[in-house]
């Protein structure tokens, strides 16, 4: 249903780095960024794995602080996912591991980013 969607941050340089280690293990490369006499000069860019689907602008942290899950194909990279976005500077959120609660298969990993977002990996596929 969602094309793509986004967060504004504070530091987009960080941010970017953050995200570009964090996501790597879900496939997900920066993408694009746009020019800067397209945005008003603010530094805007997104991420995905075909097309930009994860956009980050610099305008601050986004208040209230927003939750999105990531796709995952696997539970390894569930797990690889939590560790790079830790070793990236994010905060234990929520270790890998199956949350029942939600359904029988649903395998995550949430981790707070250096803005204070929740940010998730999820695989749907039972083990």
Known sequence: MIDHSGIS???FDQAKAF???ALAPLGATFMTQVPLEHTGGVKVGGFGRDNPAFWLSEAGAQRPPA???FAARSRA????FHAAALAAGGTDNGAPGLRPHYHASYYGAFVRDLDGNNIEAVCHTPA
């Open 9 to 11: 941050v504070s530091d």
């Open 19 to 21: 995200y570009e280690q």
């Open 77 to 80: 990279e569930v797990d690889a």
């Open 67 to 69: 939750h999105f899950a």
